[in-house]
């Protein structure tokens, strides 16, 4: 047998009015606060999806966000160039160089994905809203529009004290010591090879000079210049 549904409680009639009514009496006891705008910019808040900004040393034309785009507002143009090896005898390699790129703002819902696909992290939110324009068709901006808003992008979030460090400051780290190593090592030799070179080199004919005496290193004999005889003092044969 099925158990007997609660009792419902009874709504005293006019409740809801009177929440309603609170509601709009402490609103009116605020203090009303106008944002003095375009004086006085707004405070946004770090994570804004503003414009999108284009780093485009990062971008390698690979399309994956224009076709993951949904509405289709990424336009890009590359062309391919040819590579020299990278050492004697190697194959050459071809590359996608990045003619345009170029967003339309007036198509463009701000849903983030074509910055989530991004392999090589080449595209970021800007917090930057003042792009308006009188014309429609001005409002696709080309990648050196999208560089200037590159700059206005804010720096990440600080990690976590308990994070792991990113696998990509890792690698750039470990990098950069290497390099610093290498160079330390290269100085270091330059440094003995220039001491090395300041040093005087040994005669020839296998004597070895010293101040104001020469040593035959075959018979082991050695002659100086003598040294001058001091006069004698008349009082000595005097006494």
Not at 11 to 38: C, E, F, H
Not at 74 to 86: C, L, M, Q
Not at 111 to 131: K, Q, R, T
Not at 168 to 175: G, V, Y
């Amino acid at each position: 047998m099925a158990e007997p549904l609660p009792p419902t409680r009874s709504r005293i009639p006019g409740s809801g009015l009177a929440k309603g009514l609170a509601v709009t009496l402490r609103t009116m006891t605020k203090k009303t606060v106008t944002a003095q705008y375009p004086d006085a910019q707004p405070e946004l808040p770090p994570r804004s999806r503003g414009v999108i900004g284009l780093f485009e040393e990062n971008c390698t034309v690979c399309m994956l966000c224009a076709r993951e785009c949904p509405d289709w507002c990424i336009y890009i143009d590359s062309h391919k160039e040819t590579v020299p090896p990278a050492a004697p005898g190697g194959r050459e390699r071809s590359r996608n160089v990045l003619d345009r790129f170029a967003i339309d703002f007036s198509l463009c819902m701000y849903c983030g994905i074509c910055i989530e696909v991004c392999p090589f992290d080449a595209l970021f939110w800007s917090p930057e809203f003042e792009y308006a324009e009188t014309d429609i068709h001005e409002l696709t901006h080309e990648r050196d529009k999208l560089r200037e808003w590159m700059w206005t992008v804010p720096a990440p979030p600080a990690l976590d004290p308990g994070a792991e460090e990113p696998k990509e400051l890792a690698a750039a780290r470990k990098t950069a010591d290497k390099l610093a190593a290498e160079a330390a090592t290269a100085a270091e030799l330059a440094a003995r090879t220039a001491e090395q070179a300041a040093q005087p080199e040994p005669p020839a004919d296998g004597t070895t000079t010293t101040t104001g005496t020469t040593t035959d290193a075959t018979s082991g004999t050695t002659s100086g210049t003598p040294e001058p005889s001091k006069p004698s003092d008349p009082q000595d044969g005097a006494s």
